[in-house]
């Protein structure tokens, strides 16, 4: 069931913006300048994928007719959309009017998205409704626009950096959470992420021919899509409502406040606090896993947009003592130290998930189960598992690192408590690892703490959908199956967490 109070805009519809109160010339087209964009101003390190163009499957001695990213917005509908904000930016005539546009339309494509994939209005495009490859394709498309326009106004290089931070958050859905007040209701928050890992793969010997990682997606993003706005009638007779983001696969981003500048604002007293605070994101394998620990450490893999704070040296982790890199750091406004301190915030936090209910509600028994599923147990599409692991440095001034809790039995309660990170450890890296996804777990569960709350929060990793039948094709029933299938076990655990908040 989905509010009637938010306003719907039909698949593909981003592209039809209106002018009204942007401060855009609504005048004959000649009065626009006919292009506004210098193409030699480069691309960031992600919109320089937007050229990439997979071999042809049958014949990979040659390239596929179109790039991929212009496959993947195409395929999901969404290709007037940046031409569109280009054409009304050649009209802007102030930043404020820019500002107003540039919010609106990141707005406009996730409710485009949004709506997409809960089949709101028409699907266009062929992709399924339920990938999530479009939103993120698109938005590189429209934030390389933004990147390479020459307004008719002065625009420093810090307004047009605010400018493309003010579309990428209005488009992952980071502006458009709405909880209604009162008591009578639940208000769940959960996060996806962008797809990542998309260098790399097989090749064709076709010149120029990129690698098929460029292909995957991530079903944390398809879940976020598939229930932001949703709500439902729980048994004890409370209507849950649950709102969705998409995280970037950046530190960068994550530096700069993106994920406590959304949730934190719903964590703080009033009639609109949340009841639950999740974080879920793609790991491996056909399992749910449940983290329990999360590290501040961040690792050596690096980030969609090639950023690396803490990356090893000859092969060994560097250590956290004195290294602000290698440390989650929280903006100040959230209560990030003005200096770097190793225990402010502190090493490890915690999940508050109800992990036993979660288990028990036997989430994955009426999913089908797709191609290549490997989880034992043939009765449920995916298996849950309380995940313990986690690896730290016990002397923190040594490279010296232990893992605990490892493997995590997959039976609960498990037959003894786990063992939780020794008093005065660093940590390596969390049941997550340490990559964006234990960042997200351990920054929105640092919130819960900072904020005083009991409420459940915590961290679902997903498992791993980039199964393909074939190579090169951008996708196929395979790829789509294993979405489907973790979309749908993964509402069914973000919908237990909420009945038992």
């Not at 009209?91 to 998205?113: F, N, Y």
């Not at 990938?131 to 934030?143: C, E, G, I, K, V």
């Amino acid at each position: 069931m989905n509010r009637p109070t938010r306003r719907s805009v039909a698949a593909g519809g981003a592209a039809l913006l209106l002018t009204a109160g942007l401060g855009v010339a609504a005048a004959a087209p000649a009065q626009a300048r006919a292009d506004c964009f210098d193409r030699s101003i480069p691309l960031s390190v992600e919109e320089s994928r937007l050229g990439y163009t997979l071999p042809d499957n049958d014949n990979p001695d040659v390239l596929q007719p179109e790039t991929f990213a212009r496959q993947m917005v195409d395929g999901g509908g969404f290709g007037d959309v940046a031409p569109a904000l280009a054409r009304h930016l050649c009209r802007v005539r102030s930043p404020a009017a820019a500002t107003r546009l540039v919010k609106q339309t990141g707005e406009e494509l996730w409710r485009s998205a949004v709506d997409r994939a809960q089949h709101r209005g028409d699907v266009r495009g062929s992709l399924p409704a339920s990938d999530d490859r479009p939103l993120y394709w698109t938005r590189l498309q429209a934030t390389a626009a933004l990147r390479q326009w020459t307004p008719a106004f002065s625009l420093s290089s810090r307004a047009r950096a605010s400018l493309i931070t003010a579309f990428d958050r209005a488009a992952r859905g980071m502006s458009d959470i709405d909880f209604p007040a009162g008591k009578g209701v639940k208000r769940v928050i959960a996060s996806g992420f962008d797809p990542y890992t998309l260098d790399g793969g097989q090749t064709g010997p076709a010149p120029g021919s990129a690698g098929n990682n460029i292909r995957h997606g991530n079903p944390s993003g398809a879940t976020a899509l598939a229930l932001d706005g949703t709500r439902y009638r729980a048994a004890d007779g409370k209507v849950t409502y649950i709102e969705m983001y998409v995280l970037p696969v950046n530190y960068t981003e994550f530096a700069a406040g993106y994920l406590e500048d959304t949730v934190g604002p719903f964590m703080r007293p009033g009639p609109r606090r949340v009841d639950a605070s999740l974080t879920v994101s793609q790991a491996g394998g056909s399992v749910f896993n449940l983290e329990q620990w999360n590290g501040r450490y961040h690792g050596a893999y690096p980030g969609n947009d090639l950023s690396q704070p803490c990356p090893s040296q000859n092969g060994v982790p560097q250590l956290a003592v004195g290294n602000h890199g290698c440390n989650t750091s929280v903006v100040t406004r959230w209560g990030g130290p003005a200096a770097f301190d190793l225990n402010t915030p502190p090493q490890w936090t915690t999940a508050t998930l109800p992990v036993g209910p979660m288990i028990k509600a036997d989430t994955g028994a009426s999913i089908p189960r797709p191609p290549g599923d490997t989880w034992p147990d043939t009765s449920v599409a995916f298996g849950v598992v309380w995940h313990t692991n986690y690896t730290e440095f016990p002397d923190c001034t040594s490279t010296t690192r232990v893992t605990r809790n490892n493997p995590p039995p997959t039976e609960f309660p498990p037959p003894a408590p786990p063992t939780p990170p020794d008093a005065g450890s660093c940590s390596h890296s969390g049941g997550g690892g340490n990559y964006l996804s234990n960042e997200s777990a351990y920054r929105n569960t640092l919130l819960r703490d900072r904020m005083g709350l009991k409420i459940p929060a915590g961290h679902i990793h997903t498992p791993d959908m980039q199964h393909f039948e074939t190579a090169f094709n951008v996708s196929d029933p395979t790829f789509n199956a294993w979405r489907t299938a973790i979309v749908a076990q993964g509402g069914n655990l973000i919908h237990a967490v909420a009945d038992n908040s």
